[in-house]
Nanobody
Framework: QVQLVESGGGLVQAGGSLRLSCAAS????????MGWFRQAPGKEREFVAA????????YYADSVKGRFTISGDNAKNTVYLQMNNLKPEDTAVYYC????????????????????WGQGTQVTVSS
């Protein structure tokens, strides 16, 4: 099993910044990706960003491109999401997920592809 624990959420004014962390523990995999998703009240969980375990490739939703940066520290088994220039529409519960990339699978933007999830951390951006 894998445990994912998010932290770093909070309340921030529009234009501010937050850095989310996702610490992974438990079973390890050779080929996987880590992703950040978010879910606002009454909406479906949506893709935000993802990174391959190697760190060689990153992926972003158009809505956050240029404002958010995903990165990883393999020594700490931790993935980060640096969020700058936050907007009220970024308000949501943010979840990190782990996607085991079987048989050369590509990194997915679909939440259903992810095998493990954290409990989520609330991000609230006030206007």
């Amino acid at each position: 099993q894998v445990q994912l624990v998010e932290s770093g959420g909070g309340l921030v004014q529009a234009g501010g910044s937050l850095r989310l962390s996702c610490a992974a523990s438990g079973r390890t995999f050779g080929n996987y990706a880590m992703g950040w998703f978010r879910q606002a009240p009454g909406k479906e969980r949506e893709f935000v960003a993802a990174i391959r375990a190697s760190g060689a490739s990153t992926y972003y939703a158009d809505s956050v491109k240029g404002r958010f940066t995903i990165s990883g520290d393999n020594a700490k088994n931790t993935v980060y999401l640096q969020m700058n220039n936050l907007k009220p529409e970024d308000t949501a519960v943010y979840y990190c997920g782990l996607d085991i990339l079987r048989n050369g699978a590509i990194v997915s933007r679909q939440s259903t592809s992810y095998d493990y999830w954290g409990q989520g951390t609330q991000v609230t951006v006030s206007s």
